[in-house]
């Protein structure tokens, strides 16, 4: 079944604690990105990746890294998480971003920093 | 800079009835993408639509009719004969070629259809 997983689904963790969610997918698309969403605010688009080694920042990157080792594996990094990063992440995959294809989304991982 | 406004945070109608959901965007690029995408309750988003700039034609797909108009840089999502299944948080998003890889959501309009 073609799919993008997200782990974890919920994560509770404190303030400045490393974390790493993980997102993958199965259907060989180049194009992989990441977002959250917040009540009012819609999905905000964070880091998105063209291809493997190709990152680049979207529009609410501080405090976020990833990395694209792989074409199927996209994770997001917390180095030191902070409250303001409370929120609904989701990954997204698309074939290619040059004809912006339609993005496959993940289930979400909701996250909460105290 | 590109943007896309939903100003309609929440809209509630009676089964049957009809709605439409508006999306206006600002963009300088002559070359962008269009789309709509579907959160039901349960918290997935779904993919509705894609329309590229070039293309105004309206679409219809069963209940759902999507009006693009360039000269008010709109890109209208219609309902018709509204389900009770429909209630959900619809979100229109734009992405742009010129200026980089980004994709642009609104904020979302929550649709609750009554029975």
């Known amino acids: 079944e073609a799919q993008v997983t997200q782990n974890p689904r919920y994560l509770i963790t404190v303030t400045g604690k490393k974390l790493t969610v993980t997102c993958s997918q199965n259907m060989n698309h180049e194009y992989m990105s990441w977002y959250r969403q917040d009540p009012g605010l819609g999905l905000r688009q964070i880091y998105y990746?063209?291809?493997?080694?190709?990152?680049d920042k979207g529009d609410v990157p501080e405090g976020y890294k990833v990395s694209r080792k792989e074409k199927r594996n996209f994770p997001l990094i917390l180095e030191s998480p902070s409250p303001n990063q409370t929120s609904l992440y989701f990954c997204?995959?698309?074939?290619?971003?040059?004809?912006?294809?339609?993005?496959?989304f993940g289930p979400g991982t909701r996250l909460t920093v105290t | 800079a590109q943007k896309v406004t939903q100003a309609q945070t929440e809209i509630s109608v009676v089964e049957k009835e009809d709605v439409t959901l508006d999306c206006v965007y600002e963009?300088?690029?002559?070359?962008?993408?269009l789309f709509w995408y579907k959160q039901p309750p349960s918290g997935e988003l779904v993919f509705l639509i894609r329309r590229n700039s070039f293309d105004e034609q309206n679409e219809i797909s069963g209940r759902y009719s999507w009006n693009f108009q360039k000269s008010t840089s709109s890109f209208n999502f219609t309902i018709t004969a509204s389900q009770v299944v429909d209630s959900a948080v619809y979100f229109c998003a734009l992405s742009v070629t010129n200026t980089g890889n980004q994709f642009y959501f609104g904020t979302g309009t929550s649709l609750t259809v009554i029975p």
């Open positions: 997204a995959s698309s074939l290619s971003a040059g004809r912006r294809d339609e993005q496959y």
């Open positions: 990746s063209m291809n493997v080694e190709v990152t």
């Open positions: 963009t300088r690029d002559t070359t962008y993408y």
